[in-house]
């Protein structure tokens, strides 16, 4: 089982509202990563990071921010929420981010938007 | 275009029963690919990897094999028990990038019936 915890597992929120899912890991990975994943659908990345203070956009496009300010926290931000946000959101972590390392997933946040 | 493929979409099948899911990817230059499992409402749990020279790889009752030349790889699933029941995601990560970026499938969603 991989130490890579968030919170919260489930939100329901109204449009317009601020949110920050909270991702944690205690493995002392310096890679760390956002995906999304709708029903059915492959996961999506949306934001990765190399280390503290660095940042990066994935693939797909997001409305959403993070920042990188301690090596075992890597939050995500929706400044204003909409529907168009639900989806289920995935954070995981690696030792260096080279193919071969494995990327370990938490539980994920299952977000709703009303 | 990078893109990994899964079929079936979905299988259902008795406890005890063996199946076999399919994976066939596009990702060059390929680097490994890895199987994961993900139950419902959880993040995915890497179950084996391979790389370019490896055929075939086994987990306890999962048997991966790889078929380089093909870009074809199978999950072989031996007798079934109803906590096999998730998603099976082929992940495939290409050797271009320093990110290590995994390009994944839709996964196959596999019942197990009592």
């Known amino acids: 089982e991989a130490d890579i915890y968030q919170t919260p597992r489930y939100l329901v929120i109204g449009t317009g509202k601020k949110i920050t899912l909270e991702c944690s890991q205690t493995?002392?990975?310096?890679?760390m990563y956002w995906y999304q994943q709708d029903p059915g659908m492959e996961l999506h990345l949306i934001h990765y990071?190399?280390?503290?203070?660095?940042?990066e956009k994935g693939d797909l496009s997001s409305e959403s921010t993070v920042s990188r300010i301690r090596t075992e926290h890597f939050p995500l931000t929706l400044e204003s929420a909409r529907p168009s946000h639900t989806s289920q959101y995935l954070c995981?972590?690696?030792?260096?981010?080279?193919?071969?390392?494995?990327?370990?997933f938490g539980p994920g946040t299952r977000l709703t938007v009303l | 275009k990078n893109q990994v493929e899964q079929s079936p979409q979905s299988l259902i099948i008795l406890e005890g029963k063996n199946c076999t899911l399919q994976?066939?990817?596009?990702?060059?230059?390929?680097?490994?690919l890895r199987w994961y499992k993900q139950d419902t409402g959880r993040g995915p749990v890497s179950l084996t990897i391979?790389?370019?020279?490896?055929n075939t790889k086994s987990n306890g009752r999962y048997t991966a094999t790889l078929d380089a030349d093909t870009k074809q790889s199978s999950l072989h699933i031996t007798a079934s028990q109803l906590s096999d029941s998730a998603s099976y995601i082929c992940?495939?990560?290409?050797?271009?990038?320093?990110?290590?970026?995994?390009?994944f499938g839709r996964g196959t969603q596999l019942t197990v019936w009592p």
């Open positions: 995981a972590s690696s030792t260096s981010g080279r193919p071969e390392d494995t990327q370990y």
């Open positions: 493995m002392g990975h310096d890679k």
């Open positions: 990071s190399y280390g503290v203070n660095s940042t």
């Open positions: 994976c066939n990817y596009t990702v060059s230059p390929f680097s490994n």
């Open positions: 391979m790389t370019f020279s490896e």
């Open positions: 992940v495939v990560s290409d050797r271009g990038s320093t990110l290590g970026r995994l390009y």
